[in-house]
């Protein structure tokens, strides 16, 4: 073998080394992992698809794709070695989830989740990995239940008045509930009540003998006016 000038300074052939370890390690991970910018909104039932994607676009079939949540494993969905890994799902996603590959050869891959529930709402990390090199990002899903029209209907007379109560079932988040009159106004709700689970909202708005309600008395009879219960939810 032959042998190297003497005048190569000592360690040269390290830092070669390490300069070369330095621009392989460059041009493998020249990858990120990016999803949607804003939160992905779901009504409850209904599927949910959470994408993300590769920059620059390149093909991610050889590489190992995992969803997760709080926890790195068990995961929502492993993907390696060109298919779906169940060993290590988590039970409450087991038959509810399937990668959608569709565009996996450019890099993008979609996370699909059928029969949207409750507790699916929240954070899910999308994360790839190649060799020791593994990027990752964050997909926000709002769930939205939209509940039953509102119920209203009068309790009384009482000793104050007669009161007007509103109630909704089947709502996520909690709901808002909101009175008004018809011209628009805002009317405050003398007491609200909210059951676990979904929510389920009561209020009583108003007595017709208050001050704030617009209702008119006419001799000893109260005349109850037109109100509106509004009930909303919102994502955040």
């Known amino acids: ?47 949910a698809s959470l994408p993300c994607q590769l920059f620059p676009e390149q093909s991610a079939a050889h590489m190992q794709i995992r969803w997760y949540r709080a926890q790195f494993s068990p995961a929502v969905l492993v993907y390696q070695n060109g298919q779906e890994q169940g060993g290590e799902q ?15 050869g450019r890099g993008t891959v979609t ?41 209203v209907h009068m309790m009384g007379p009482e000793d104050d008045g007669i009161r007007v109560l509103c ?20 009317l405050p709700s003398l007491s609200e009540s909210q059951t676990p689970s979904l929510a389920r909202r009561k209020c009583q708005p108003f007595s017709s003998q208050s001050p704030s309600s617009p209702g008119r008395r006419h001799g000893k009879k109260p005349w109850l006016g037109h109100s509106l219960c509004w009930c909303f939810s919102s994502s955040g």
Do not use: N
């Open 1 to 47: 073998m032959a042998d190297f000038p003497s005048f190569f300074p000592t360690g040269f052939f390290s830092i070669l080394a390490l300069l070369q370890m330095s621009t392989w390690c460059s041009a493998v991970s020249k990858f990120s992992v990016k999803g949607p910018a804003q939160p992905i909104l779901v009504l409850l039932g209904a599927d």
């Open 167 to 186: 109630s909704s079932g089947g709502w996520f988040p909690k709901p808002r509930v909101q009175w008004s009159d018809m011209a628009g106004a805002k």
């Open 90 to 104: 988590m039970l409450e996603y087991r038959g509810r989830t399937e990668l959608v590959q569709d565009s996996i």
């Open 111 to 151: 996370l699909l989740i059928q029969q949207i529930r409750a507790s699916d709402d929240g954070q899910y990390r999308c994360h790839f990995k190649e060799g020791y090199i593994s990027q990752e990002a964050i997909v926000e899903l709002h769930v939205i239940g939209l509940g039953a029209a509102p119920h």
